[in-house]
């Protein structure tokens, strides 16, 4: 028996349909205005959040709260796909994230990818990751190496950013994997070395480096 999802799984509540629309409206909540000092750009935010609660009639922090919630949710699924750890079409059909897809938060498309995994709470990567099987290990694949070398290419020919950050990803991620492969054949040569004072030297060595 399949479990029941609770209304706030499945579709956007009211509530955060107006805060989405809000935000929206206040672009200097998601868009950093290098025009601005740090000061002006947080008092400039303040009043936009301020606004924003006058209007829903909710305390700006419950507001603030809501989107933050929204936002990082709506990045790590996006991260998921730029990443190609799940498809589009999945999260598409999944119940539980459809509405992430709908359209609503498309306005955020341009900006979200500036939030990177690092910034995203471990509670919303143990979510998103449970939700989809995906794992926090970096393994190589065929198909992976096949993406990079795919997007290697097509970086050559194009300035998008996005399929910059791509490639780097996978480009991290397979030389990750080498490095701990080396290590690991390291410290299987180093059970087959005859115990004598140049064999210790040369494990100390090999530590050294490690």
Not at 32 to 38: C, K, L, N, S, W
Not at 88 to 94: A, G, L, T, Y
Request: with cysteine.
């Amino acid at each position: 028996m399949s479990k029941k999802l609770g209304p706030e799984e499945n579709f956007w509540l009211p509530f955060q349909l107006e805060i989405i629309k809000r935000v929206k409206r206040h672009p200097i909540i998601y868009i950093r205005d290098i025009m601005m000092t740090p000061n002006q750009y947080r008092a400039a935010v303040s009043t936009a959040w301020e606004r924003i609660a006058r209007e829903v009639r909710v305390p700006p922090k419950v507001c603030k709260q809501e989107w933050w919630t929204i936002k990082l949710r709506y990045a790590k699924l996006n991260n998921m796909i730029r990443y190609r750890k799940v498809s589009e079409e999945v999260i598409k059909q999944h119940p539980k994230t459809s509405k992430y897809l709908d359209g609503c938060l498309e306005f955020m498309d341009g900006y979200i990818y500036e939030i990177t995994d690092d910034q995203i709470p471990p509670c919303v990567h143990k979510r998103f990751n449970r939700m989809f099987g995906v794992t926090s290990k970096e393994v190589v694949t065929k198909e992976m190496v096949q993406a990079l070398l795919k997007n290697r290419t097509q970086q050559e020919e194009s300035k998008d950013e996005l399929g910059k950050i791509h490639v780097q990803n996978l480009m991290n991620i397979v030389e990750n994997a080498v490095e701990r492969s080396l290590r690991e054949m390291s410290l299987a040569d180093k059970s087959n070395i005859p115990e004598t004072p140049e064999s210790r030297a040369s494990v100390r060595a090999l530590e050294s480096r490690q």
